[in-house]
């Protein structure tokens, strides 16, 4: 049972949604053992030669969490407030995450503590090539296939790509996802994660016969995940009442034109409180308790808690960041009526375009962005269906649905492979 003290650890919460989902599958006791435990964590040691010759030391992690469904997916995170329990949650998350689109893939996560904003381009590489070199073995297209996350972008997987490629002697363009389209990167995979935002809400208002163009939508985190949905979903009509990021955000009832926005923050980098476009100011963590039918959290975990769930004043609550939710804020969520498209589902467009991504660079032949787009949408589609189904065959919220969805599978593999012993 998750305690209060517990709340905000996210290897807690997600060890107790796990537990809560297995125990209304009936699991059976050795595969609940065997599903609950990753299949290895390596902590690294990683010496870095500073731009001013001095030598730092820098610590890295990859956490395996499961390879029953095919070799192990999941991002590399580069923040200085990356921890183990960190990575042992995000790599959970990403098994039940591939299993719930149904892609072939199991979970990994990696992370390096460190402030990537305080580090040169040159400090960067050496780290990233570092860290790659350190894990070589268990890199791999069949065995474990990094890609992007927070404080790390298209150049960082260039260079993990490069790395693993000066080692094993060929230019393994699939060992990666999330590369940049001239070195074998997939057309639409920096927008996949806000396309799949888009996808879900679209889905949740098909079912309410709600319109986008009467839909106030406020969105916590301006980054590449939380800015994409924002064009996309201004773009299809929606109206973008509130915007956040680290600095602060901005609250406006006639909604915002995205465009200009996405300029004042990211192309001429000012401070997003101070955008000329008018609206009431909101601190970062209040965003998603303004008046909408649609929040989106696109920023960083454990923002909805139990202290403030009760808040929510949106109708639909999609999660576009990993863990936003913590699992004691589910009940207070629930009793709000709130209808949630949870993380393992809203935000897997960019595995699944990851999971593209490996294909075509497997095939050696790529596919145009307008069919990465429709390969997308009927996967996120027929995910959907089959949470908001599975939920109500079994009369259980969306995201004990969508995990009880994903172990399920996991597990059903797991028995046809059997225990190697």
């Known amino acids: 049972m998750l305690s209060t003290h517990d709340e905000m650890n996210v290897y807690q919460s997600a060890e107790a949604r796990f537990e809560l989902a297995a125990k209304k599958l009936g699991l059976e006791e050795g595969v609940y053992r065997f599903m609950r435990y990753p299949t290895k964590e390596i902590t690294v040691y990683i010496p870095v030669i500073m731009d001013n010759g001095r030598l730092e030391v820098f610590i890295g992690y990859r956490v395996h969490h499961s390879i029953v469904r095919g070799p192990a997916k999941g991002g590399i995170r580069f923040a200085p407030g990356v921890t183990l329990d960190e990575i042992r949650a995000l790599a959970s998350e990403m098994t039940w995450k591939c299993a719930v689109v149904n892609i072939p893939f199991g979970g990994a996560k990696g992370g390096i503590i460190c402030d990537p904003a305080k580090l040169s381009r040159g400090e960067l590489e050496r780290l990233t090539r570092r860290y790659t070199a350190e894990l070589v073995e268990w890199f791999g297209p069949d065995r474990d296939i990094p890609a992007p996350d927070l404080g790390t972008n298209e150049q960082v997987m260039a260079w993990v790509m490069d790395t693993y490629s000066m080692h094993v002697r060929r230019t393994a363009t699939e060992v990666v996802t999330g590369k940049p389209v001239e070195m074998g990167g997939s057309q639409g995979r920096r927008e996949a994660t806000g396309r799949g935002l888009l996808l879900a809400c679209d ?14 939508v406020v969105i916590q985190g301006f980054g590449n995940v939380g800015s994409v949905a ?4 201004s773009q299809a009509g929606y109206k973008i009442v509130g915007v956040s990021d680290v600095n602060g955000g901005l609250y406006n ?15 001429q980098r000012k401070p997003l409180p101070d955008f000329p476009g008018g609206g009431a100011k909101v ?5 998603l308790f303004q008046p909408c039918e649609i929040a989106i959290p696109a920023a960083i975990e454990n ?17 576009g960041a990993n863990g936003p939710t913590t699992a004691l804020a589910d009940d207070a969520i629930d009793a709000k009526g709130v209808f949630v498209i949870p993380d393992i589902l809203a935000n897997a467009g960019g595995v699944t375009v ?7 660079d497997r095939q050696g032949m790529y596919w145009k962005e307008s069919e990465v ?8 589609e027929n995910a959907f269906d089959e949470v908001v189904r599975y939920s109500e065959t079994n009369n259980v919220n969306n995201r004990v649905a969508a995990y009880m969805l994903a172990i399920d599978r996991v597990a059903f593999v797991l028995r046809l492979r059997g225990i190697y012993a």
């Open 203 to 216: 889905n949740a208002l098909a079912k309410f016969g709600m319109k986008r163009e009467v839909t106030r």
């Open 230 to 233: 924002a064009n996309l979903m």
């Open 253 to 267: 009832e006639k909604g915002f034109d995205i465009p200009k926005v996405i300029d004042w923050v990211h192309v």
């Open 283 to 287: 601190e970062t963590y209040d965003m």
């Open 303 to 319: 923002q909805i808690t139990r202290a403030n769930a009760n808040r929510l004043q949106a109708r639909i609550l999609c999660e």
């Open 354 to 360: 990851s999971y593209f991504e490996w294909v075509q």
């Open 373 to 380: 787009n429709a390969r997308l949408k009927d996967i996120l």
